[in-house]
């Protein structure tokens, strides 16, 4: 079981040594399972994640699917042509709808990969011969390329309030200088007679 | 078998990164307001005990312009002089950090009686100030001519210095320095400086021989040079320029009336203020450039202003911070619930003092 684990994990970044895995996950709901875990916890840590953990829905899409086979199930050409999805067109290809539904969720959680990340090459660290490679690198690289600006609005924003009160200050005292006068006029007034 | 170690993981990741998106936003919903209604009583009564004071300094000026012995002398024989004569000066305006800006004075009586006054800024698209006795029309780039009613042109030199100069005595000390030479002519020097040293102080020279001001320092509490006015040809004659004739009273626009604001009730008071300074002015309302509701305060011992603004923290700034605008400090602080921000033409320590002095009253039982 451990080894099909690793199996798993191999696959997924990309480095199985053969295609028996496939077989194995297409016939053991357990790993099945798992394959979709792994993807979901990898596009988490990722800061990918747009699928929450619970949701399910390769379960529907296969449903779905099954009512009309004939429109949704791809021409082999066209996934190839896409990058990335390329790796699982086999999975698609060899095996019946069920198996078309799963990469069809696959094709949602790797599709979203490759619009972040041309290059997703961390290996999940499940295995524990692939060793530390820094798999969070990506996240803190995020961090800090959207705080500065965030920072640059903060300042604007404070900039502008600052400005709004010194131009009120300004237009305060002109005021006073005129109400200053009113008053000043309606004293004289009062003390006269 | 679901919850997973590394969702576990993941959470607790994430569950650093929030707070720092969280934190900004405080809760509070509004500032405590309540009314303290007995104030405006009290104005009333130490704007009497100010114009006594007044009148009793006023015998003791007279005509005697070969031996002048106080400072006060001086300046009322200035203040004598703005008023009735016939004048045309030049001047330049210097601050710290700002190019020099030129300007053109001039002042009549005409034959009826009527004061016409024009201050006109020479350098750029330029601004004009025309004033026929109370009423002071605006020419502005950009802007629609306006008049508001005022006694005074609002210029760069002090009103009250040149117009009401025994109301600063209060607040500042006048003192006879010496005799100097200032745009070629002889000239006696005055200081002025605050009684309890909290404000920026002034230097001014006066011409010996006609009492026209010749040049007005503004200094900063070390003695450095924020400001300078500095008059550079002036010429009093014995009758109005004719640029005054030019001016035909019924083509400048009609003065826009002044809406009084009403004083909403304040929940804070200020506690500490320099010697001499009072509130001149509460209000609640809208900044024009942000739309933010503010509460406002202005304070004045008749020399310089000082804003007061207090604001919910949640759309304030949000930190301490102390600027100096040209020669106004901008200083805000978090208070609590609220933001408190002074601003005048006051040192840093003066707006800290005031600002740290706010405290909240709460004076429902009335």
């Known amino acids: ?193 | 078998m679901r919850c997973n170690p590394f969702v576990l993981l993941i959470t607790g990741a994430l569950s650093i990164f929030t707070p720092l998106c969280v934190h900004a936003q405080s809760s509070d919903s509004s500032l405590p307001t309540s009314l303290e209604s007995n104030s405006q009583a009290k104005n009333a009564t130490e704007r009497e005990a100010k114009t006594d004071t007044v009148k009793q300094t006023e015998p003791a000026v007279e005509r005697e312009t070969n031996a002048l012995q106080t400072p006060v002398q001086w300046l009322q024989r200035l203040q004598s002089l703005i008023s009735s004569a016939n004048y045309q000066l030049s001047f330049v305006q210097t601050t710290v950090g700002k190019e020099t800006v030129p300007y053109l004075w001039r002042h009549g009586v005409l034959d009826d009686g009527t004061e016409v006054e024009q201050l006109n800024l020479q350098n750029g698209p330029g601004r004009e100030l025309i004033r026929v006795d109370g009423i002071v029309s605006v020419f502005e780039p950009d802007t629609q001519p306006y008049s508001i009613r005022s006694r005074f042109i609002n210029g760069p030199i002090p009103n009250i210095l040149l117009h009401n100069p025994q109301k600063l005595l209060e607040s500042y000390e006048f003192v006879l320095v010496g005799r100097a030479r200032v745009a070629g002519r002889s000239a006696q020097q005055i200081r002025i400086v605050s009684r309890d040293n909290t404000r920026f102080g002034y230097q001014l020279w006066l011409d010996e021989e006609s009492g026209m001001l010749l040049k007005l320092n503004m200094l900063d509490l070390q003695g450095a040079l924020l400001e300078q006015i500095q008059i550079s040809a002036f010429s009093v004659m014995a009758s109005p320029s004719p640029y005054f004739a030019r001016i035909n009273p019924s083509s400048l626009p009609e003065p826009i009336m002044m809406a009084s604001s009403q004083s909403r009730a304040h929940g804070w008071e200020v506690n500490y203020l320099p010697v001499g300074m009072k509130e001149v002015k509460r209000d609640t309302r809208r900044l024009a450039l942000t739309g933010q509701v503010v509460e406002y305060k202005m304070y004045s011992d008749g020399l310089v202003d000082v804003s007061v603004y207090v604001q919910p923290i949640e759309d304030a700034l949000g930190g301490d911070i102390a600027l100096r605008n040209e020669v106004s400090t901008f200083l805000t602080l978090k208070a609590g619930k609220a933001q408190v921000t002074v601003l005048g033409e006051i040192p840093l320590q003066t707006a800290k003092a005031i600002a740290t002095s706010i405290s909240a009253v709460n004076n429902s039982n009335d």
Do not use: C
């Open chain 1, 1 to 193: 079981m451990t080894q099909q684990q690793e199996k798993l994990s191999a696959f997924m970044d990309g480095e199985a040594e053969d295609d028996k895995i496939i077989d194995a996950i297409k016939h053991d709901a357990e790993l099945q399972a798992k394959w979709q875990r792994y993807h979901v916890i990898r596009g988490t840590m990722r800061k990918e994640a747009s699928v929450a953990p619970e949701m399910d829905i390769t379960a529907n899409i296969a449903a779905a699917l099954a009512d009309e086979p004939a429109i949704v199930a791809p021409k082999e050409s066209r996934w190839r042509s896409i990058p990335i999805i390329g790796n699982v067109v086999p999975f698609a290809t060899q095996s019946g709808q069920f198996a078309v539904a799963a990469s069809v969720a696959l094709a949602v959680i790797l599709g979203v990969q490759h619009l972040n990340q041309p290059a997703p090459s961390e290996p999940f660290m499940t295995a524990p011969t692939a060793g530390p490679q820094g798999g969070l690198a990506p996240v803190s690289l995020e961090q800090t390329r959207t705080l500065p600006r965030n920072d640059m609005n903060e300042v604007l924003e404070k900039k502008r309030k600052i400005n709004a009160l010194i131009a009120d200050h300004e237009q305060q005292i002109k005021l006073k200088q005129v109400q200053a006068e009113e008053e000043e006029k309606a004293s004289d007034d009062t003390n006269r007679p």
